[in-house]
């Protein structure tokens, strides 16, 4: 295949352009907000989960709490009412005198009882609320890091985003200067080579691989005319040969 050695020059202008799309699509993967936002994101679930079962917890010790109220209240007027027929003098039996002072004192341990309940369920109310009120803070705090994440990431999107936008219009444009069957050459070792189809010889060494060429391959370079297409024999890329080649 033979291309002017303008064209040659060319190609690496075009692959110059497809390693910067290469690095942009790089960049928009594996951008450090994603990690972020994905480490915020299991904290943010683990946090509302645990925010759910503190208000659940503050809900059911809600209605303990009515209950054990509605109990002490009833053993409070089943007392009063056992005390005012005491105060009044309509039992007048000795018997029933010493039952209803037996019930009255019976009434006064339960009531008693009752209420170290509702302090107790009390307290545990007062645990869940603060528990509650403290993961709601925190899940807040997540939400607020999740979205300045959210927008620090959106405006690096938009950054690379403009950037390959440009980038890509350059490639395009470049690349209809470009010999159809040299451009095609190149794409196709663009794929199978890890995006780099042309590399600049460059003081001996080819810079897609990296490695120096040898005497022999060296002389044939020299030998072959300036708009012969080569190929490094270590890779296999389109070799272009410029000024600095060291040929």
């Known amino acids: 295949m033979n291309a ?21 699509d790089h960049k928009r993967k594996n951008l450090p907000e994603h ?11 683990q946090l509302r989960d645990l925010l759910v079962a503190a208000r659940t917890e503050d809900g059911d010790t809600a209605r303990e709490q009515t ?3 509605q109990d002490v209240d009833q053993v409070r007027q089943r007392s009063v009412r056992d005390q005012q027929r005491l105060d009044s003098g309509v039992v007048t039996s000795p018997k029933d005198l010493e039952n209803l002072q037996r019930e009255i004192a ?11 309940v509702v302090l107790e369920v009390m ?18 705090s997540v939400e607020a890091k999740v979205a300045e994440a959210e927008q620090r990431k959106s405006a690096e999107l938009e950054g690379i985003d403009a950037e390959g936008f440009t980038v890509a219009k350059e490639r395009e444009s470049l690349a209809e200067a470009v010999p159809a069957d040299l451009l095609k050459l190149y794409d196709k070792l663009r794929a199978q080579q890890g995006g780099v189809g042309a590399a600049r010889l460059y003081q001996k060494r080819c810079e897609g691989c990296r490695l120096e060429l040898n005497i022999t391959e060296l002389n044939e370079l020299r030998a072959a005319p300036a708009d012969t297409v080569v190929r490094c024999e270590n890779c296999r890329r389109i070799l272009v040969r410029t000024a600095d080649s060291g040929l």
Do not use: F, M, N
Not at 6 to 24: C, H, K
Not at 106 to 116: G, P, T
Not at 123 to 140: D, G, N, S
């Open 4 to 24: 002017a050695p303008a064209d040659q020059i060319r190609l690496l202008e075009v692959q110059a352009l497809d390693s910067r799309i290469a690095q942009l």
């Open 35 to 45: 990690a972020e936002l994905e480490r915020l994101g299991a904290d943010l679930a």
């Open 67 to 69: 209950k054990a109220e």
């Open 106 to 116: 019976s009434l006064a341990k339960r009531q008693s009882d009752l209420e170290d």
């Open 123 to 140: 307290e545990r109310r007062e645990a869940a609320q603060a528990r509650a009120a403290e993961l709601a803070e925190r899940v807040a």
